[in-house]
């Protein structure tokens, strides 16, 4: 309750520094159009130009809350202006993304876990993968996909979106197949158990935790790979491309609608995420 | 046909020589070493396949083709270079930490804030903040101040979050004793708390190297003067002048490797007596 409120404190205060920041930045465009029809303009006639402005340098919070609702409720979803479309189109490349990152993630863990020669050639290798801005390879993974025969603009762009995500996939799942200690390994061997018994009886129930820990910055991640997939690729479709094109075309609203929507689709992917690992932690027995 | 056979015979022996070494239960060498015959070999492989089955260099230009390039363009590069990491890159990054820090150790006088801030603040840290770039380059222009700016956002939530965690490790037995020794705020801020938030700092810095690279080069995407990384990557993606693109590539991945590596390194000087530093 005390955390809820210090929250809305805080988001109101944003709020208000938002209204500020939208008379302080679009004040000039406002006294030069009155200048230009040589008029004075009163503080309140400011303020309230300042709020509805087409091309605002910075859109009033109402004009966002507006747009995003027209674009998710006013437009029919096969419509390409509508941002339930576009989204969908992002949140179907980062399902697809986070699926291939966490098979990948999983599976180089297992391999780095059972082979001494792996985990010294290819662990350092992946910290050294995630220096590497992606971003600069995205428009060639674009290209490259595209020269192989591979049409569909929703494989380079998941092969983004993957790159991002196998990261803490990996790191936390070397770490959850490592976690059985000592002593639960010696219990194996007494049984006789062959290293698939134990593999799938001790580490990997073991693991299950470190796995759905690392699925939210997954998921998070698997989502800005999407969208940074989507700008330098000539894609059409997806909320990535209606940031670029709102940008290009000097829409503003356009833009900041995007934004806001690509936020609440991380939001509500992280809440699942999290909901799903509440879910499997109490089905492992944890708490 | 024969520089595929011999890239693959060459990959089996080094491959065999990986096996050899990792069971070898040795220091530091074997550490370096195994890593980095492990990327001999996967240049190696691109080469020999790249050459062996004539692939296209539109598809994929062979490592030699990559470094001739490199060697022949490197004033472009520096260029490029200058304009993004340095410029655009870094100064956001310093401005973002140090904001980051800042505001961490104002709203840490206030448990009110911190609680509000530090959900809000978890949040937008997992939000795609690469978006606000073309936000920012109408704000602040093509020049490299709007990359710096969409850097600082970025950096700025991941850092306030570490920092803010890393004010609350010191335990309530030493700033006990702190109080016992009637310390002042800033007195047990500088000599206590600091130092003690020293390791989740770091974990923050080292985290927004990665992120301060991908803002500038994405905002780049967005509208640039005609240097830059992410400008010339498109430009040339554009003219298929692939081995170009894969120079700037390299760049940019010796760039972020340096960079977090410079960072592991002042962290280890900084925080020397961390468990995790202990080897």
Partial sequence: ????????????????????????????????????????????????????????????????????????????????????????????????????????????????????????????????????????????????????????????????????????????????????DAMQVDLMHTYNASRAQSFWKLRFPASLPYLFASLKVAIAASLVGTIVGELPTGATSGLGARMLIGSQFGQPLAMWAALFAAAMLAGGLIVIVGLVERQAARMTGGA | MGWLIGAVVFWGLAWAANVRLAGVSGGRLIRVLVPLIFGVTVLVLWEGIVRGLGIDPVILPAPTVIGAQIARSLPTLWVDFVQTIVRGALAGYVFGSVGGLLVAIAVDRSPFLQRGLLPIGNFVAALPIVGVAPIMVMWFGFGWESKAAVVVAMVFFPMLINCVAGLGEAGSMQRDLMKTYAASYWQTLVTLRLPAAMPFIFNGLKICTTLALIGAIVAEFFGSPIRGMGFRISTEVGRLNLPMVWAEIAVAALAGSVLYGAVALIERWVTFWHPSQRV
């Fill in chain 1, 1 to 180: 309750m005390k955390t809820l409120l210090s929250v809305l404190t805080v988001l109101i205060a944003i709020l208000v520094a938002w209204y500020v920041g939208t008379v302080a930045m679009n004040a000039r465009w406002t006294l030069d159009q009155a200048a230009r029809a040589d008029r004075e303009v009163s503080f309140s006639e400011l303020v309230a130009d300042t709020m509805h402005q087409t091309r605002p340098v910075v859109p009033a919070p109402h004009q966002v809350a507006a747009q995003l609702y027209d674009g998710i409720f006013g437009k029919k979803i096969t419509s390409k202006r509508s941002l339930v479309y576009h989204g969908f189109i992002t949140l179907e490349t980062t399902l697809w993304g986070f699926g291939l990152g966490i098979l990948l993630g999983v599976g180089l863990a297992v391999a780095i876990t059972y082979s001494r020669t792996m985990e010294l050639s290819v662990m350092p290798w992946a910290i050294i993968s995630q220096t590497i801005p992606i971003v600069a390879l995205a428009p060639m993974i674009v290209v490259i996909s595209s020269q192989i025969g591979v049409e569909d603009i929703r494989v380079p762009k998941a092969v983004i979106a993957a790159y991002l995500s196998f990261f803490p996939v990996l790191v936390s799942m070397v770490k959850g197949l490592n976690s059985p």
